[in-house]
């Protein structure tokens, strides 16, 4: 089993930065790829960023934040972090980590969430 614990989110004024955590505990394999999404009121949750190690290093993100979020991973702590610069108020969401299993099974896993809330 798996999981994984966020952390970072709060208020912040539009064009600041908030730094996200997600601390995942259990069985971790390098292979996992995890990443962020969010749900903001009234919307689907959404792909922010994922981050993979197969083949090398690669980060994707959802074009609304390609330019503004950097994702991160620290294999020794099995942590992953959302780092979120120019904050406008429609990043306003809660923010989930997730972790994506291929080995031993296909699965997906899910943090409990953290509230970013950006005021103009």
């Known amino acids: 089993q798996v999981e994984l614990v966020e952390s970072g989110g709060g208020l912040v004024q539009s064009g600041g930065s908030l730094r996200l955590s997600c601390a995942a505990s259990?069985?971790?394999?390098?292979?996992?790829?995890m990443g962020w999404f969010r749900q903001a009121p009234g919307k689907q949750r959404e792909l922010v960023a994922r981050?993979?190690?197969?083949?090398?290093?690669?980060?994707e993100y959802a074009d609304s934040v390609k330019d503004r979020f950097t994702i991160s991973r620290d294999n020794t702590k099995n942590t992953v972090y959302l780092q979120m610069n120019s904050l406008t108020p429609e990043d306003t969401a809660v923010y989930y980590c997730?972790?994506?299993?291929?080995?031993?099974?296909?699965?997906?896993?899910w943090g409990q969430g953290t509230q970013v809330t950006v005021s103009s």
């Open positions: 981050i993979t190690s197969i083949g090398g290093i690669r980060a």
């Open positions: 997730n972790l994506r299993s291929v080995f031993p099974t296909r699965y997906e896993y």
């Open positions: 259990g069985t971790i394999f390098s292979s996992d790829a």
